[in-house]
């Protein structure tokens, strides 16, 4: 039986419809009010699982308005269930207010996992999932887009972005010329859905394959972009590295690095790096 004075954070599909799980449809099914980012959209989900449950509107223009009166609802014994057009709500969507607040106010705020277009984009992009940044949908404008693309060119781990069919050729040269059209990346489209699409290639190349099919700059897509990794440290010259341990049996690091500089034209910090890891004990 499901509990009262809960606010439940439900995922939906953002999809296939086989992956509405059993609990969604469940907890759906017996909270007293679905608050939902269109309810007509969302409508036509709930009647495909025979859900009757009234549902209310909360979405980006009218949620501070709306969370008192839901909050209310909760302490005054009825359980609500927050739902997005698709996928996790949060991400990129409506409700963090309702759900600070519900924090605030000592509302429990029960999660429903289930469908995530970031998880699931980023379980098949073949990029490294150890670190990653989601920083969901990019600026329209280009000026302010390259302004955010220039604050993450140095970010270490997998970078993660929401785009817009109309937007994504732009948002791809974008990335090419900030981060470098050789840095790998993942495009993910229309996942779980008919005309699916996961490709990895070079920045330059996805840039270029999007650009020349227009399929591809049609339905929801994410964008995934491997982090920047520091170029490997050039070898020393050889010649550099004898005169180095030569100089090491008679003085200490700092001076024979210094020394070693002057007589081979090495930087004397590359040197002074290379004798604490290769030759003083």
């Not at 309810?39 to 209310?56: A, D, E, M, Q, Y």
């Not at 996928?87 to 409506?94: E, I, K, Q």
């Not at 994504?168 to 900030?178: E, G, R, T």
């Not at 699916?196 to 840039?207: A, F, H, N, P």
Request: glycine fraction near 6%; aromatic fraction near 4%; charged fraction near 25%.
């Amino acid at each position: 039986m499901l509990k009262k004075n809960i606010l439940y954070v439900v995922a939906t599909p953002i999809g296939n419809l086989g992956d509405m799980s059993q609990r969604a449809q469940e907890v759906l099914s017996a909270v007293d009010v679905i608050a939902a980012e269109d309810t007509r959209h969302s409508g036509k989900l709930l009647s495909h699982f025979g859900i009757t449950t009234p549902c209310i509107a909360l979405h980006e223009h009218n949620e501070r308005q709306v969370s008192e009166s839901i909050l209310n609802r909760i302490k005054n014994g009825e359980s609500v269930a927050l739902i997005s057009d698709a996928g996790t709500p949060l991400l990129s969507d409506p409700g963090f207010h309702l759900v600070r607040e519900a924090h605030q106010q000592n509302v429990s705020v029960v999660p429903v996992p289930g469908a995530s277009a970031l998880l699931a984009a980023l379980s098949v992009a073949g990029l490294p999932t150890d670190c990653f940044k989601f920083v969901g949908f990019l600026a329209s404008k280009s000026a302010a887009r390259q302004q955010q693309l220039s604050l993450l060119k140095e970010e270490g781990g997998t970078l993660v972005f929401y785009e817009s069919p109309h937007r994504v050729v732009d948002s791809l040269s974008d990335m090419a010329n900030i981060f470098g059209k050789e840095r790998v990346a993942t495009v993910a489209r229309e996942l779980t859905k008919t005309f699916e699409t996961v490709k990895q290639d070079s920045l330059g190349g996805l840039r270029d394959w999007v650009k020349e099919d227009i399929n591809q700059q049609r339905g929801e897509l994410v964008v995934m972009v491997q982090g920047w990794q520091a170029p490997a440290a050039e070898e020393l010259d050889g010649e550099a590295i004898r005169i180095l341990k030569t100089l090491l049996t008679e003085l200490p690091v700092k001076k024979a690095a210094k020394l070693a500089a002057e007589i081979s034209g090495e930087k004397k910090n590359r040197l002074y790096q290379y004798a604490l890891d290769h030759l003083k004990n």
